[in-house]
């Protein structure tokens, strides 16, 4: 069910929703990076892009993209504003399958 909210709130998210869909639309993807930021933007999706670009043909340093290199440019140090967001919500949406492995690696090697 939804949630009820505020027709101020909903302004507000409104505003947002335009900025981040401006971002995405007028972002210069210049590069191969530039691009899979961009194609992630769309999909959220690593491993679509590498199936994408393995199928269009396009390869970083002579090899094919895998969705291990797109999460790699992901998660690196963001180079603009919108790498900056996707970053912050990758991280937030891989936060518990994250701790979960960290937590399982600890006791793997203490035990």
């Known amino acids: 069910m939804a949630?009820?909210?505020?027709?101020?709130?909903?302004?507000?998210?409104?505003?947002?929703?335009?900025?981040?869909?401006?971002?995405?639309e007028n972002y210069n993807a210049s590069t191969i990076e530039k691009q899979i930021i961009r194609e992630y933007a769309y999909t959220n999706s690593g491993s679509e892009i590498a199936r994408v670009f393995e199928q269009r043909g396009i390869k970083m340093n002579g090899k094919v993209i895998t969705k291990e290199d797109v999460l790699g440019i992901i998660k690196g140090r963001p180079t603009d504003e919108l790498h900056k967001l996707l970053k912050s919500g990758y991280m937030t949406r891989t936060k518990y399958?994250?701790?979960?492995?960290?937590?399982?690696?600890?006791?793997?090697?203490y035990s």
Do not use: G, P, W
């Open 97 to 109: 399958s994250r701790k979960k492995t960290s937590k399982s690696n600890k006791e793997y090697f």
């Open 3 to 24: 949630q009820l909210i505020t027709y101020k709130r909903a302004k507000k998210e409104v505003e947002r929703l335009k900025a981040y869909i401006d971002l995405v």
